[in-house]
């Protein structure tokens, strides 16, 4: 950010009064632009004992599979953005009803919150589009592993899989962060009572 998108001034990085972090200020009208984290929100769309997921046809990670999943717009909550995403990746129609909060990540490294809402499709209807290659549905032994696009992507599965054989879907959130020898690391923070009813 060079210039102020109100008065169109020069922007200084430096730490405005009263506050203790560096941000972006206007030099000419004051005003200060902070930054703050992004919420990336999506869906595990399950249909009988099979998930879908959708080849990516965008950077980064172009052609890894991915859950349907983006960044939340103004305006939307984080369910409808989920369920946006879900009908823009996947061309799936996903119900507010059949979608429950099942994972939640924080990833500080890249200031990015994701959440992913486990979902039943109702009919096998679904089409890949701008953002991806190819969609399709997967059985546990059929999931590339491989190539997942993303360490989030990789344990909501591993957590659904897991939790089917106990038939139990608790809302898990986890920590993500790299050692200085760029190991990621995932820590478990919290996890709700078991949701028995489904
Ligand atoms: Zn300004």
Not at 132 to 147: D, H, K, N, Q, T
Request: hydrophobic share 40%; with cysteine; proline share 7%.
């Amino acid at each position: 950010m060079k210039y102020c998108q109100h008065c169109a001034g020069p922007i200084t990085h430096q730490i405005p009064p009263g506050d203790d972090k560096l941000r972006f200020c206007c030099i000419e009208c004051d005003v200060v632009f902070y930054q703050n984290p992004n919420n990336i929100v999506g869906t595990l769309p399950i249909y009988e004992d099979k998930v879908l997921l959708c080849k990516r046809a965008i950077e980064p990670r172009y052609g890894k599979w991915t859950l349907p999943a983006g960044f939340m717009e103004n305006g939307e909550t984080t369910l409808q953005g989920a369920i946006r995403e879900t009908a823009e990746e996947a061309g799936a129609v996903v119900l507010p009803a059949d979608c429950s909060l099942y994972t939640l990540f924080n990833l500080p490294y890249i200031n990015q919150v994701y959440l992913f809402f486990r979902t039943q499709l109702r009919v096998l209807d679904f089409d890949p589009g701008e953002e991806s290659l190819e969609v399709a549905l997967f059985s546990e032994a059929e999931i590339p592993w491989s190539e997942l696009a993303f360490p989030v992507v990789r344990i909501t599965l591993e957590q659904y899989f897991t939790d089917r054989r106990a038939h139990q879907y608790p809302v898990r959130m986890f920590d993500l962060s790299y050692s200085e020898d760029r190991q990621l690391s995932t820590f478990l923070i919290s996890c709700s009572a078991a949701d028995l009813n489904r």
